[in-house]
């Protein structure tokens, strides 16, 4: 939900929107393009490391060992409603380049068995992986939707679509949210449901025999009476204090019973329940990789990217419909990365021509001798190169960088721009003469406003008055920026890494892929708290337990600042067993504490193990391990029957 505004005016906004852009398509600029993310700052012992692996199979796993004391997972907020804090990040970059002399077909890297999200299919597998019932699967695609996006819209509908939410965005709203849960759970055989909210959007997932509410936006979850089972949008609606005894917009968020107040009062509509949300996810990560091309994952941003919604003032959100991912706030902005596509085609060999769309007119000097490399087969007649440049992931900016030669003021050299192939722009035309290097941008023509591009053409005209050598290309290379999202890296972690290489390709391929990365031994982890009361085993009165622990040894760490608490029904605390035992300490009256006390009396049954733990987040943002797994039982009157 956002600013409380409803669903219908959203809509309208959007459609407005879209036709602005429709009437001023002609003169839209680019991909908007703000500050760039400052540089990850170093400190005194930081080591630089890099690892480089030649691939020549199509499936082939190695080893890569991250030393030091930090990672990026364990410098991460848990992810909450709205953007979270990723502290610092030890991973630089991840290359991968097509060093042979074939394409390489659909090449992808999975690190650690993490983040295969080629397909929507890839997706929930992976989202479900070692769960056997439908109640847990339905469940496990909740939990894995909510811990990997965050709160805010661009205002397109490029945020519908699972693929491009875990792998380019990152964001979701309500609406957005409600279409991708939705498909992930068809994917893997549910049936879904719309549901009736007033000023924002869910879905609910039928398993043993009945709908339950699952808002991946709001993180929320409502469980009945019986502590246990997921109640329906229906159910809410007869009994608003599901919702009112139940921790709203995530682990980020404050406890505040006005909050929770205020969801349950979303909650009213009781008329006839059908219709269904999803059907949008349609992408997916496929690419080619040519010879010469590279992809470069990076865990930066240079400021560029997509959005649909049109000017924000000052750069301040006032209404929907408008501005970037920045007007959501730093850390939303902070969260988006920048990848690079590089391609630089060989042409000193005939294996160039393959990977050119069309051309007419056009000689190599491998095929006649002349220089430039290639150039017009012959003088007189106009001639032309077209390469196409094509992502999985959106594209916010580009350039080429090539070198020329031009004889004489009369040899034609031009530069030319489509996102068809059929309707061009000019972006250059060449005044200098002799052999000369040039740099042609054209970031304010791709994506702007409302039109998301995954491909562009380039041509490249030329036309010599008298010999055919009087004008050419000698070397070029394209460099495309994208978008990507934080969370969808193939990201090191501490340790030893498993990497997994697959592609598709039939023929034989050669790749080379770097890893660069900074191993940082100056900061430490807060260690495990310990003496946890209720101690393990122990049965309390009553259902408003107090836990408590013992704040860790520092151990040279610097102090302890926050405490991350979690219960769970389940002893491999798999997942809290609700929004209301997945805990920030700081979010809480025990804020500045080591302790936590249960919110209401009956969240808990009678004569049932429960499960908790606690971990604790020092001054610099790093987290220490989780302490042991620790159990208990409440003795309280109750009826389970």
Not at 124 to 129: D, P, T
Not at 137 to 146: D, S
Not at 509 to 535: C, F, G, K, Q
Request: hydrophobic share 35%; proline share 4%.
């Amino acid at each position: 939900m956002i600013k409380k505004v409803s669903s219908m005016k959203r809509g309208l906004v959007q459609i407005l929107t879209v036709l602005m852009l429709l009437i001023y398509s002609e003169v839209a600029s680019g991909a908007h393009q703000g500050p760039p993310k400052a540089k990850w700052d170093s400190i005194k012992g930081d080591r630089e490391k890099k690892h480089e692996e030649i691939i020549t199979s199509g499936s082939y796993e190695y080893r890569v060992k991250m030393a030091g004391n930090i990672d990026g997972f364990i410098t991460r907020m848990p992810i909450s409603y709205g953007a979270y804090h990723q502290g610092w990040q030890p991973n630089r970059f991840m290359r991968l380049e097509n060093i042979g002399d074939t394409d390489v077909v659909n090449p992808w890297i999975i690190v650690n068995e993490k983040r295969n999200w080629r397909t929507l299919k890839d997706i929930a597998e992976q989202a479900v992986s070692g769960c056997t019932t439908e109640r847990d699967k339905a469940r496990a695609i909740w939990e894995f939707q909510r811990n990997h996006r965050f709160h805010a819209t661009t205002w397109g509908n490029e945020s519908n679509d699972a693929v491009k939410v875990y792998n380019i965005y990152g964001y979701t709203l309500c609406g957005n949210d409600a279409q991708v849960i939705s498909d992930l759970w068809k994917a893997i055989g549910l049936r879904t449901r719309r549901g009736y909210p007033v000023g924002h959007v869910v879905a609910e997932a039928f398993y043993d025999g009945e709908y339950h509410l699952l808002d991946g936006d709001e993180h929320a979850i409502y469980l009945r009476r019986d502590n246990e089972t997921i109640a329906s949008e229906a159910e809410v609606v007869r009994d608003h204090d599901l919702v009112k005894r139940t921790h709203t917009y995530g682990i980020g968020q404050q406890d505040s019973r006005e909050t929770d107040e205020f969801s349950a009062s979303l909650y009213g509509y009781e008329g006839q329940r059908k219709g269904e949300h999803g059907g949008r996810s349609k992408h997916t990560m496929a690419y080619t990789l040519r010879p010469g091309e590279s992809i470069e994952w990076r865990w930066d941003h240079i400021g560029k990217q997509y959005t649909a919604g049109t000017e924000a003032p000052d750069g301040k959100w006032r209404k929907d419909g408008e501005g970037d991912l920045a007007v959501w706030g730093e850390l939303a902005y902070d969260n988006m990365r920048n990848g690079v596509l590089r391609y630089v085609p060989n042409l000193e060999d005939s294996i160039y021509r393959k990977a050119v769309k069309s051309e007419s007119n056009i000689a190599a000097v491998w095929e006649d001798g002349v220089r430039p490399a290639i150039h017009p087969s012959k003088a007189g007649q106009p001639a032309h190169v077209i390469w196409r440049i094509a992502s999985a992931y959106v594209i916010v900016g580009g350039r080429i960088q090539a070198r020329f030669h031009r004889a004489g003021a009369e040899e034609l050299l031009r530069v030319k721009l489509s996102r068809d192939g059929k309707k061009w722009e000019t972006l250059w035309t060449a005044q200098a003469t002799g052999n000369f290097s040039q740099e042609v941008l054209f970031d304010d023509k791709l994506s702007p406003r409302g039109f998301p591009q995954y491909e562009y053409f380039l041509q490249v005209e030329m036309e010599a008055s008298t010999e055919k050598g009087d004008v050419g290309i000698e070397s070029i290379e394209f460099i495309t920026d994208v978008q990507m999202a934080l969370l969808g890296l193939p990201e090191l972690e501490l340790g030893d890494n498993l990497v997994r290489y697959t592609d598709e390709t039939e023929q034989s391929r050669r790749i080379r892929i770097t890893h660069s990365w900074v191993e940082r031994t100056a900061w430490l982890r807060p260690s495990a708290p310990d003496t946890m009361i209720p101690v393990n085993g122990a049965t309390v009165e009553g259902t408003l337990v107090s836990f408590r622990w013992e704040p860790p040894d520092y151990s040279g760490s610097s102090e302890v600042e926050d405490y991350h608490f979690r219960l769970s029904n389940r002893q491999d605390m798999h997942w809290p067993l609700s929004p209301n035992f997945d805990k920030l300490i700081s979010k809480t009256a025990s804020r500045s504490k080591t302790e936590w006390v249960v919110p209401y009396v009956g969240l808990l049954n009678p004569d049932t193990d429960y499960y908790w733990r606690v971990r604790a987040k020092n001054a610099n943002g790093v987290w220490g391990p989780w302490s042991e797994v620790s159990s208990f039982k409440c003795a309280a009157p109750g009826d389970q029957s």
